[in-house]
């Protein structure tokens, strides 16, 4: 049971390059999350999927689009990586019945030139 | 609008001894959740524990424990007996309603366990 895993764990772009974040949990959540943190800033919601086959905007969604793939996987994807996109990546999920738990993925940095 | 408030960046406390974290927020809407992750230098957000704003009794999980002040708009952390390995950032959070998906976080609190 790994959880909750993101790939990779360090990528670096340059600026007008594209690249997927994966991630992928093993515990039949239905609910799944991406956030991203700035130093000195607590977690940003960038997109969540309630659901399998729902997708919604959170806090920061520009530069970024979401795939839910299936139950198990949700991706991040940026199209036109840009500096200010550096951050650290974290991927969560959820119960559908207990929303309050999130679990964590262990996170991507994300360096963009 | 949502809004969470840390006011302390960093915190000592002497190993055994309790400490409390302070947290603020904002909010129009009568029902919503608060929490606290904590992450340590190894970078993974670990959940401590939650409160609904519906909730009578302030919640508790081990040596955590959140006072919860519904009036003041306040949700502190006390850990009790601090240990070593309880150094790490702390954060708090609230979501919208009891339903809700959308969590804002505050700036964290960085606390150091001395020995």
Same mark, same amino acid.
């Given at each position: 049971?790994?959880?909750?895993?993101?790939?990779?764990?360090?990528?670096?772009?340059?600026?007008?390059?594209?690249?997927?974040?994966?991630? @992928?949990?093993?515990?039949?959540?239905?609910?799944?999350?991406?956030?991203?943190?700035?130093?000195?800033?607590?977690?940003?919601?960038?997109?969540?999927?309630?659901?399998?086959?729902?997708?919604?905007?959170?806090?920061?969604?520009?530069?970024?689009?979401?795939?839910?793939?299936?139950?198990?996987?949700?991706?991040?994807?940026?199209?036109?990586? @840009?500096?200010?996109?550096?951050?650290?990546?974290?991927? @969560?999920?959820?119960?559908?019945?207990?929303?309050?738990?999130?679990?964590?993925?262990?996170?991507?940095?994300?360096?963009?030139? | 609008?949502?809004?969470?408030?840390?006011?302390?960046?960093?915190?000592?406390?002497?190993?055994?001894?309790?400490?409390?974290?302070?947290?603020?927020?904002?909010?129009?809407?009568? /029902?919503?959740?608060?929490?606290?992750?904590?992450?340590?230098?190894?970078?993974?957000?670990?959940?401590?524990?939650?409160?609904?704003?519906?909730?009578?009794? #302030?919640?508790?999980?081990?040596?955590? /424990?959140? #006072?919860?002040?519904?009036?003041?708009? /306040?949700? #502190?952390?006390?850990?009790?007996? /601090?240990?070593?390995?309880?150094?790490?950032?702390?954060?708090?959070?609230?979501?919208?309603?009891?339903?809700?998906?959308?969590?804002?976080?505050?700036?964290?609190?960085?606390?150091?366990?001395?020995?």
């Amino acid at each position: 049971n790994a959880g909750v895993t993101q790939t990779p764990k360090f990528q670096v772009l340059k600026t007008g390059q594209s690249m997927t974040l994966q991630c @992928a949990q093993d515990m039949n959540h239905n609910s799944m999350y991406w956030y991203r943190q700035d130093p000195g800033m607590g977690l940003r919601l960038i997109y969540y999927s309630a659901s399998e086959g729902t997708t919604d905007k959170g806090e920061v969604p520009n530069g970024y689009n979401v795939s839910r793939l299936n139950k198990r996987e949700f991706s991040l994807r940026l199209e036109s990586a @840009a500096p200010s996109q550096t951050s650290v990546y974290f991927c @969560a999920s959820s119960p559908w019945d207990h929303r309050e738990t999130q679990y964590f993925g262990p996170g991507t940095r994300l360096l963009v030139l | 609008a949502q809004k969470i408030t840390q006011t302390q960046p960093g915190m000592f406390v002497q190993e055994k001894e309790a400490v409390t974290l302070d947290c603020t927020y904002d909010t129009s809407d009568p /029902s919503y959740g608060l929490f606290w992750y904590k992450q340590p230098s190894s970078g993974e957000m670990i959940f401590l524990i939650y409160q609904g704003s519906y909730d009578q009794q #302030n919640a508790t999980e081990g040596r955590y /424990s959140l #006072n919860f002040q519904k009036a003041r708009k /306040s949700a #502190n952390l006390v850990i009790s007996a /601090s240990q070593l390995g309880d150094s790490a950032m702390y954060f708090c959070a609230m979501r919208e309603g009891t339903g809700g998906f959308k969590t804002i976080f505050g700036a964290g609190t960085r606390l150091f366990v001395k020995a």
